[in-house]
C-alpha cells in the first residue's frame, strides 16, 4: 500500500532518538543521555544523579548504595576515611563497566544511521511481543514498508541526501506508533513496524497517521516526494504462525504493491 503525503494530511516532526535494548521509548531516552554523559571527565555524582533523572533503574541503584555507604561511613575516623577514599575508584568501576556493557548492547540491536533496532534487535523485541499477543489472545499487525525510488535519490542528490531520506523515514515512521511498539530498519530503504491490535490502532489508522506524518515530512523538501510501499500482515491468536511465516507475509504483499505503483507509474511515463 504506496502511502506519500498526500494533500490534506499533516503532521509533526521530531528528532531522532537513540535506541538500546528492546524496552520501548522510555529506555532509547535514558541510553541517548549516557551516550551522551558518561565522559571521563564528568563526575560519578553527576552520571549517577542523570541515571536518577532519567529512571534509569541500574544506574540508580548504584547510586542508591553509594548514598547508603556515605551515610554508614560519615565519622573522623581515619580507618574510615581511608575506607571512603578507596571505595570511589571502585564505585567508578563499576559505573563504567555497566555504561560499557550498555554500549556493547546498543550497538548489536541498533541500525547507525537511523538509531531505530536493527534487523537482530527487531527479531528479539517482535519475538517477546510474539508471546505477548500469544498470551493474551490479541491480534497484532506488522507493516513491511519500503522507501519508494531511493536509488533514485541516490543517483540524483548523492548518498547523503539518500541517507537524509531514511532518517526522515523513520522519523515519521516513530511519530506514527506507540512507545510500545516496535519500529526497526532492517537494511537498505526496508523498514518493519509491529504493533498489538487496540482502539485506534487499526491499519487504517496507523495509515492514516503514516500518510500525514510523511505530509509533514514532504514539506521541507521540494526536489522530490518521500513515499513508502506498505504491506500488512495480520497475527491472529487463533490460527498463529511464526514469526517468519507472518514477514513473509507482509513482504509478499509489499511487494505486490509496489510492482503495482511501479507499472502505474510506467503507464503515466
Given at each position: ?13 521530531a ?13 532509547r531516552k ?36 553509594v ?7 560519615r ?5 574510615l ?9 571502585a ?8 555504561l ?9 540491536l541498533?541500525?547507525?544511521?537511523t538509531?531505530?533496532y536493527n ?65 526497526a ?26 500518510a ?58
Amino acid at each position: 500500500m504506496p502511502l506519500s503525503g498526500s494533500p490534506g494530511n499533516s503532521g509533526t516532526q521530531a528528532d531522532r532518538l537513540s535506541v538500546s535494548s528492546p524496552n520501548g521509548a522510555t529506555h532509547r531516552k535514558v541510553l541517548s543521555l549516557d551516550r551522551k554523559n558518561h565522559a571521563p571527565e564528568k563526575g560519578l555524582e553527576e552520571i549517577l544523579s542523570t541515571a536518577l533523572m532519567t529512571a534509569d533503574d541500574e544506574l540508580g541503584q548504584i547510586l542508591r548504595e553509594v548514598d547508603q555507604i556515605s551515610r554508614i561511613l560519615r565519622s573522623d575516623s581515619p580507618d574510615l576515611e581511608t575506607l571512603r577514599v578507596a571505595s570511589h575508584p571502585a564505585v567508578w568501576s563499576a559505573v563504567k563497566q555497566t555504561l560499557l556493557d550498555r554500549e556493547l548492547r546498543y550497538l548489536a540491536l541498533t541500525d547507525d544511521l537511523t538509531c531505530l533496532y536493527n534487523r537482530r534487535g527487531f527479531y528479539a523485541a517482535a519475538t517477546q511481543l510474539l508471546k505477548v499477543a500469544l498470551r493474551n489472545a490479541r491480534g497484532l499487525l506488522l507493516l513491511f514498508c519500503d522507501v519508494d525510488n531511493l536509488k533514485k535519490i541516490n543517483d540524483s542528490y548523492g548518498h547523503r541526501e539518500g541517507d537524509q531520506a531514511l532518517v526522515r523515514t523513520a522519523d515519521a515512521l516513530e511519530q506514527t506508533i506507540r512507545s510500545s511498539d516496535i519500529l526497526a530498519r532492517l537494511g537498505g530503504d526496508e523498514f518493519v513496524v509491529m504493533a498489538l491490535e487496540a482502539p485506534g490502532q487499526a491499519k487504517e489508522a496507523i495509515l492514516g497517521r503514516l500518510a500525514k506524518n510523511l505530509k509533514k515530512a514532504n514539506a521541507t523538501e521540494k526536489r522530490y516526494e518521500l513515499s513508502l510501499s506498505i504491506g500488512v500482515a495480520r497475527f491472529d491468536p487463533k490460527r498463529a504462525v511464526s514469526l517468519g511465516e507472518l514477514m513473509a507475509q507482509a513482504d509478499q504483499a509489499m511487494y505486490e504493491q509496489k510492482r503495482l505503483r511501479q507499472k502505474c507509474w510506467a503507464v503515466k511515463a
